[in-house]
């Protein structure tokens, strides 16, 4: 192994001659104090905040462990973390397909489910690499400046449909979500959206693409552009709606054939406090967190039995309330896991085209 | 020698990490790089960039050289407060300045409402999410790094050069164009390689004001390397991205010695 060391730090010149004796010196003592602290990452804004309020801090009180914040949630990161073996997060909140690329790229832990208890938890977010931190949807909102609630557009064949439904819209820059409206809008049943056909997707795209601008990339923007009166209709994450309706805001948003989704805590291979995370994990998936956060921010929590400590007001907002959730399609990560990276590839190509 | 070990380490090294990368996928092949060539966005994407880029140098030369001579020649008060308004932006984030832009230019915006409530407009414009927007944008966050180096280079020119000029019988327009502006030549030569090379890797501006067509190579990196976790061919596109830009510069850097060369013949 010195030899080795000898042989590599001659190549490699003094640069990682010097990194190496760095690491050397700190690890020992890096690992003996960070074993009561938790590094978390997460997506940072109003999401994060409430996550600290109902989650980060009194975890911290009741179990001593320091959480320290990181973000945003960033997978190229993550993946760099892990291959490079220098991995500052130790629990990481990811989107559901980032749990399937993740396990086959192996970058993560297998969780240990000895220690977390899923009594309660809906069964589609337990991954053996992730499970689930609560549940948003991606719906259809539209302006209530221009459409009076009730009169608004309340299917996806509506949203296609300009001339029932004139007026600017938006969509997100990315197949995910649009594929499965496209086949909604083209009267494919709900329960047989999956495995989705391609062709058709693309083919129901073509005829609403020349009416979507812009194609929105970051999740502030459906909002933004609905309240500034930019555009009229548009694809939003639910709670970004209730955010700005707080402010507000004359938009609203139909749970009609939304898109039901999930994020989820996964822990980075070689996580320096695994064993912290695992207890977060076990701690934060409890009825009592999920009711705090889900009340704190209105997404939906991943244990069912969190509805118990919520009151009904709060509950007809989220998107997992029963009322909403029946009327929702749901994500099949899977599905994506295998099929995004072309999908992507596709999807840029017939945007430029 | 410890500046040329400097430039090794932050230069060379992760240059060399970013070819390995786009090598060894995990093993050494040229995949990336068939995927590349194989496919036609991504020659669309290097095309879209480059219009862009030098639309961009372009309207900021237009914009930058006139203003640059103003500051040159204006006295030290005018002088001063301009640089100022010059410099200013410069110290604000990319993101803020791209969302004043959306204030601005949308269809409920300052411009659009304008024009409509003085009835020159009947049905807003659409300067936003298009290559209108993006150049607008873009335009203006690289204004700076066009117009001080000219005003650098302006800064140094004797004045007292165009009167002679004139004294030797050129009529003003003779003299700006056949002795300050060959004089100026190294500044607009610097300044637009800045711009050009700066807008080549631009990625907010485009991402945020443009439409489904103003798509740039760095989004396009964006993409493969933080959501897609395809490092190979974030890696190729990078490679060639740095490939092209190098060779354009090394070009550009011959053309403008000759230029330079030539402008000192009287």
């Given at each position: 192994m010195s030899s080795m060391t000898r042989r590599y730090v001659l190549k490699m010149g003094v640069l990682t001659a010097a990194s190496a004796a760095v690491t050397q010196v700190r690890a020992p003592g890096l690992v003996h104090a960070q074993s009561k602290q938790l590094t978390v990452c997460s997506w940072g804004g109003a999401y994060q905040e409430a996550q600290r309020k109902t989650m980060f801090q009194p975890f911290e009180t009741e179990t001593g462990i320091k959480i320290v914040e990181a973000s945003p949630t960033d997978y190229g990161k993550l993946k760099a973390m892990v291959q490079s073996g220098n991995v500052e997060w130790d629990l990481v909140d990811v989107g559901d397909l980032n749990v399937i690329a993740g396990t086959k790229d192996n970058l993560l832990e297998p969780l240990d489910y000895q220690t977390i208890d899923t009594k309660g938890v809906f069964p589609q977010v337990v991954h053996k690499y992730g499970i689930g931190t609560i549940y948003y949807s991606t719906v259809l909102a539209y302006s209530t400046k221009k459409y009076a609630k009730g009169d608004h557009p309340k299917t996806w064949a509506q949203f296609w449909d300009t001339k029932a439904f004139p007026g600017p819209r938006t969509m997100r820059n990315n197949p995910a979500d649009n594929l499965e409206f496209a086949l909604l809008a083209d009267d494919v049943p709900m329960d047989r959206i999956y495995p989705m056909d391609v062709e058709r997707a693309f083919r129901s795209m073509d005829r609403i693409k020349k009416q979507?601008?812009?194609?929105?990339?970051?999740?502030?923007q459906p909002a933004q552009l609905l309240s500034d009166g930019e555009v009229e209709l548009a694809t939003s994450w639910s709670g970004r709606i209730f955010a700005i309706q707080k402010q507000g805001a004359k938009a609203a948003l139909e749970w009609n054939q939304g898109k039901l989704q999930w994020d989820s805590w996964v822990i980075p291979r070689g996580s320096r406090n695994k064993d912290g995370a695992m207890k977060f994990i076990a701690w934060s998936t409890q009825p009592k967190p999920q009711a705090a956060i889900a009340n704190e921010i209105p997404y939906g929590p991943v244990n069912q039995k969190a509805f118990e400590l919520i009151s009904a007001q709060a509950a007809k907002d989220m998107p997992t309330a029963p009322e909403n959730a029946k009327r929702q399609l749901m994500v099949d990560p899977v599905w994506w896991g295998e099929h995004r990276n072309a999908l992507v590839e596709r999807w840029n190509a017939w945007l430029l085209k | 020698m410890p500046a040329l070990a400097w430039l090794g380490i932050v230069f060379v090294y992760p240059l060399g990490r970013l070819l390995s990368a786009s090598l060894f996928t995990p093993t050494l092949s040229l995949a990336s790089y068939a995927r590349l060539l194989g496919s036609s966005i991504y020659l669309t994407v290097f095309v879209n960039t480059f219009e862009i880029g030098a639309t961009v140098t372009m309207l900021a030369l237009a914009l930058g050289y006139p203003l640059a001579f103003v500051l040159a020649t204006a006295g030290p008060r005018v002088s001063r407060l301009m640089l100022a308004a010059v410099i200013v932006p410069l110290w604000t984030s990319v993101l803020v300045r791209t969302y004043a832009w959306m204030v601005l230019l949308g269809r409920r915006g300052l411009v659009n409402e304008g024009l409509q409530s003085w009835g020159l407009l009947d049905a807003p414009l659409p300067l936003l999410y298009n290559r209108l927007g993006v150049t607008i944008g873009m335009v203006h966050v690289l204004l700076p790094f066009m117009v001080l180096p000219i005003y650098s280079v302006m800064k140094g020119i004797d004045t007292d050069l165009l009167k002679a000029a004139q004294n030797l019988g050129a009529n003003r327009r003779q003299a700006f164009l056949r002795v300050y502006v060959p004089l100026s030549l190294s500044g607009l030569a610097t300044g637009s390689l800045l711009v050009f090379v700066s807008a080549l890797g631009f990625f907010v501006t485009p991402a945020l004001l443009?439409?489904?067509?103003?798509?740039?190579i760095a989004m396009l990196i964006d993409n493969q390397i933080s959501q897609l976790l395809d490092w190979g061919l974030g890696s190729a596109l990078a490679v060639v991205l740095f490939a092209i830009t190098a060779g354009l510069l090394l070009a550009v850097q011959r053309f403008t010695r000759a230029e330079r060369l030539w402008a000192r013949i009287p």
């Open positions: 979507i601008n812009p194609w929105w990339t970051t999740g502030a | 443009g439409g489904r067509r103003d798509m740039m």
